[in-house]
């Protein structure tokens, strides 16, 4: 019986942790090294299922990562954070964002991700297979000792 409680509370976690997206959280404004080129070496990445509900947004929790990049009156500037709504890149493809430009010499560019954690931050390096291969490794260890 402890054996199956263990292999619940481990799953349970398992789960969790799968579904809940980690994203870079900043602003160049703040931080120069929030801009491009991205430099993450002195961040913490952000939980977004900690992420605090939103008063405007009763109910709604962050399940993707944005990158916004604005140009306000020839000054640029980078937010990364965890998203609230939207969807992944246009029509599902992050490689593409979308884009807006107003009067005053405003543009702004929207990123939304969630194909991996951290995906607000530079460009991809490293595929989730890795991810998935460790995933695999840890589950059939867990049965393996709980089998014995």
Request: aromatic residues 10%; glycine residues 8%.
């Amino acid at each position: 019986m402890e054996k199956c409680v263990l292999a619940a509370v481990m799953l349970c976690c398992v789960l969790q942790t799968a579904y809940a997206i980690k994203c870079w959280d900043c602003r160049s404004d703040n931080d120069p090294k929030c801009g491009d080129p991205f430099d993450n070496s002195t961040l913490a990445i952000t939980d977004c299922h900690q992420a605090p509900e939103l008063e405007h947004l009763k109910g709604v929790r962050p399940t993707m990562c944005r990158k916004i990049r604005q140009k306000v009156h020839g000054e640029w500037r980078y937010f990364r954070s965890c998203a609230y709504m939207g969807e992944p890149g246009i029509e599902g493809d992050e490689r593409f964002c979308l884009m807006r430009t107003g009067s005053y010499n405003i543009f702004m560019e929207y990123c939304t991700c969630n194909s991996k954690d951290g995906c607000n931050g530079a460009a991809l390096k490293r595929s989730n297979w890795l991810s998935v291969c460790l995933g695999t490794f840890a589950v059939g260890l867990i049965a393996h000792f709980l089998r014995q």
